[in-house]
């Protein structure tokens, strides 16, 4: 059955190429639930990561290579486990929206020129474009099976505010990488490969590649939060950093957090309650939202049959 499969495989890549280059040069890198990744799909996804994250060049070709394989495996068992529920047809506007945040972020200013961008590198746009589908649609999949386990104290939350009203507070503009790992035996090789690819490639680089929360389309950047929305033991562990440094890895019921502190704002401020309320449910909702997300795919992950050549 597994031959069968890549003689279609084959076939369909053969429909599209010229005969010389293709048919003995391609083999298999990793089957996933019987589905197989090429050496084809891999090169694919190494152009894509690095056209869309340009400092991954300072690596070398090894870990660019794993990062890619790492990325492939997440995009089919994630798409595996949505076509379990309903098609992969996000809405065009929104899917266009995503996208216009992604060529904004590396400095590209409309759609056209980006497909030129694009196509300089042999990337077909049409591809980009049902990548990023999958991942509309593994955000619908959370937020459809999750939405009724949401839980917001908004009192709590308006408690929050009355203490903040006419007093000083600091005001932090933070980044984040979520992260799991099998076992916490693989924490400090973990947190050692993170830092790593911080050292090498910077802060929001490494978002983009290692992390789970949604807010790695942004490099990990959750904007500016008041330190009193945030928990005690992240409270405790900012404290303990400078502007431009990141904490080390925190304990959450998703896995693992390390937040960098990229500014402090220390002022007396007038709050609009009502405007600081709606940020406040919308940044729990998302957190909460990225917990189940990181769990849920955990779960499927472990349940997955990977074997990676």
């Known amino acids: 059955m597994k031959q069968f499969f890549f003689k279609i495989y084959i076939f369909l890549i053969l429909s ?21 990744i090429t050496n084809i799909d891999l090169n694919f996804e190494k152009k894509y990561l690095v056209s869309l ?33 309903f098609k992969i047809d996000p809405d065009p506007t929104l899917l266009l929206n995503v996208i216009g945040n992604i060529y904004s972020s590396i400095g590209i200013s409309s759609l056209s020129e980006f497909e030129e961008y694009l196509s300089q590198k042999n990337i077909d746009l049409e ?90 389309k942004s490099g990990g950047n959750l904007g500016w939060i008041y330190k009193n929305q945030l928990s005690k033991e992240i409270i405790n562990e900012l404290n303990e950093i400078t502007i431009g440094n990141f904490t080390k890895p925190i304990i959450t019921s998703g896995g693992f957090l390390i937040i960098k502190l990229n500014d402090i704002k220390s002022e007396s401020i007038k709050i609009d309650k009502e405007a600081q309320l709606e940020k406040m449910i919308e940044f729990e909702k998302e957190r909460q939202f990225t917990t189940f997300s990181t769990l849920y795919y955990k779960r499927i992950y472990n349940s997955a049959e990977i074997n990676e050549k």
């Open 53 to 85: 994250n340009p400092n991954l060049q300072k690596l070398d070709q090894n870990r660019i290579t794993e990062y890619a394989k790492d990325s492939l495996i997440n995009e089919k068992i994630k798409k595996n486990e949505i076509e379990k529920r």
């Open 16 to 36: 599209v190429l010229p005969f010389k280059t293709v048919y003995s040069n391609v083999f298999i890198v990793a089957e996933i639930n019987q589905e197989i």
């Open 127 to 216: 591809r980009v474009k049902e990548k990023i589908a999958i991942e509309i649609a593994w955000n619908d999949l959370i937020v459809k099976t999750f939405a009724s386990q949401i839980e917001i104290d908004q009192n709590l939350m308006k408690k929050q505010l009355e203490k903040l009203d006419n007093e000083k507070i600091d005001n932090l503009l933070l980044s984040e990488i979520i992260f799991t790992i099998n076992n916490k035996s693989e924490l400090d090789l973990k947190y050692e490969e993170i830092k790593k690819s911080i050292n090498d490639i910077g802060f929001e680089e490494t978002a983009r590649i290692y992390s789970l929360s949604d807010s790695k």
